[in-house]
């Protein structure tokens, strides 16, 4: 079936380092949004990109749409402790046809040491 | 007030219960889905649903029912539950966006704040 695989599970950093979480799916998508979940929260809409090879920014959040479509990243540059949490990438394959169904990725918890 | 609201916030059961999970929107959007959140898994998609008219199932739609009573209220349930099915359950809504090259796009998911069901 289709699959949205996140790599790493977990990253540690300190504050003020970087960090960066892969997508990777089984299949092309047309559009992929990315989520970010506060512990105890809930998924809370961060972007969409929907053209090959597209980059978004929004201040230290730079998110990436692979030429094939089939691969994203988000990369945060100087974590700070209001970064932490989970943040998910969530793809909606493409067939050549309608598809309606928005696949998440696994996650990627964050937490950022003071 | 939430847009998206979900009852009850955390339910504690039994194997072999009916239980139902409510939700509703005051977002005007036709689309809401039923996604399961289990640690390590992400969310997988239960059940979803363009118009009152419509249902779908998702990725995971076995041992659960949904019931979409209006455009603002969407409910799933589980007929008879058993302790896999202790997770956090979201409900969510999302607009049309467009069409492009055939694909309809999701827009952006609006979630509630989540259903923690535990079953013992």
């Known amino acids: 079936g289709q699959q949205v695989m996140q790599i790493p599970q977990y990253q540690h950093v300190q504050e003020g380092e970087d960090f960066t979480t892969y997508c990777n799916s089984s299949?092309?998508?047309?559009?992929i949004q990315w989520y970010k979940q506060r512990p105890g929260g809930h998924p809370v809409f961060l972007i969409q990109?929907?053209?090959?090879?597209e980059v978004k920014k929004q201040k230290r959040l730079t998110f990436q749409f692979g030429e094939a479509k089939k691969n994203s990243s988000l990369h945060i540059t100087a974590t700070q402790t209001t970064d932490v949490g989970t943040y998910f990438c969530?793809?909606?394959?493409?067939?050549?046809?309608?598809?309606?169904?928005?696949?998440f990725g696994t996650g990627t918890l964050l937490a950022v040491q003071p | 007030d939430a847009d998206v609201t979900q009852t009850p916030r955390n339910r504690i059961t039994k194997t072999g219960k009916r239980i139902m999970l409510e939700c509703s929107q005051t977002?005007?959007?036709?689309?809401m889905y039923w996604y399961r959140q289990d640690p390590g898994l992400g969310l997988r998609l239960i059940y979803y649903?363009?118009?009152?008219?419509?249902?779908n199932k998702g990725e995971i739609s076995d041992g659960y029912s949904v019931s979409r009573q209006a455009q603002a209220k969407f409910s799933l349930s589980l007929e008879s539950a058993i302790p896999n099915q202790t997770a956090l359950y979201f409900c969510?809504?999302?607009?049309?966006?467009?069409?492009?090259?055939?694909?309809?796009?999701?827009?952006?998911?609006?979630f509630g704040e989540g259903s923690r069901l535990t079953v013992l």
């Open positions: 969510a809504t999302s607009d049309f966006v467009g069409q492009e090259r055939g694909t309809f796009n999701t827009g952006e998911l609006f």
């Open positions: 299949t092309t998508l047309s559009n």
């Open positions: 990109l929907v053209k090959s090879g």
């Open positions: 969530a793809g909606q394959p493409f067939y050549g046809g309608a598809t309606n169904k928005l696949i």
């Open positions: 977002k005007g959007h036709d689309r």
């Open positions: 649903s363009f118009d009152v008219k419509d249902i």
